[in-house]
Nanobody
């Protein structure tokens, strides 16, 4: 049974940091691309970052470049999103998603499996 479970969300003041985790079960990260998407109220779900551990492929959405870092731990079958210099515009529900293959697609509809989402709130 394929499952993705996010954790690490919460409230943080502007300029703060959070680390999100996406624990995968039922499949190996070696054969999948894992992406983080986020969705703010009233907005479409958009890609934040993606990693393919097998070949090192990755990308970041422009607004998070230099602030967010995606990484993976094969031994724990977990992908992380380290978020720094957070600002209120980063407030959203963050989802991790898995796509079989190593291409790290950009669009939500290309992903096969999704986690339940975790809330990130940045405010003073």
């Amino acid at each position: 049974q394929v499952q993705l479970v996010e954790s690490g969300g919460g409230w943080v003041q502007p300029g703060g940091s959070l680390r999100l985790s996406c624990a995968a079960s039922g499949f190996s990260l070696d054969y999948y691309s894992i992406a983080w998407f986020r969705q703010a109220p009233g907005e479409e779900r958009m890609g934040v970052s993606c990693i393919s551990i097998r070949n090192g492929n990755s990308w970041y959405e422009d607004s998070v470049k230099g602030r967010f870092t995606i990484s993976g731990d094969n031994a724990k079958n977990t992908v992380y999103l380290q978020m720094t210099s957070l600002n209120p515009e980063d407030t959203a529900v963050y989802y991790c998603a898995a796509d079989r293959g190593w291409l790290c697609p950009n669009w939500p509809h290309e992903y096969d499996y999704w986690g339940q989402g975790v809330q990130v709130t940045v405010s003073s």
